[in-house]
């Protein structure tokens, strides 16, 4: 397992960049799983929980809904508002 690059943005800024082992968020169609070179998509979130591994702990996010976009080695995440 390696690592790729987070980044979760709002519209006041930047919340997070950084190198994660997994991202685990919650889609509109169910919670998905996040490795290094995962298929690229897109996809709309639902409100919950954004958990990652960062720097051997995980860390938590709670956003209001959003949008992912995943291409293989960069994960970027747009939250309408944390919580």
């Known amino acids: ?32 799983n996040i490795l290094k070179d995962h298929t690229p ?16 702990e995980m860390k938590v996010i709670d956003v209001s809904g959003g ?3 995943v291409a293989p080695h960069k994960v970027i995440i747009i939250a309408f508002t944390i919580f």
Do not use: Y
Not at 8 to 25: A, H, K, L, Q, Y
Not at 41 to 48: A, H, Q, R
């Open 1 to 32: 397992m390696g690592k790729f690059n987070l980044e979760v943005i709002t519209p006041e800024g930047r919340i997070f960049e950084g190198n994660v082992d997994v991202v685990s968020i919650k889609g509109i169609e169910g919670r998905m």
């Open 41 to 56: 998509l897109i996809s709309e979130l639902s409100p919950g929980a954004i958990e990652f591994k960062a720097d051997g």
């Open 67 to 69: 949008f992912i976009h």
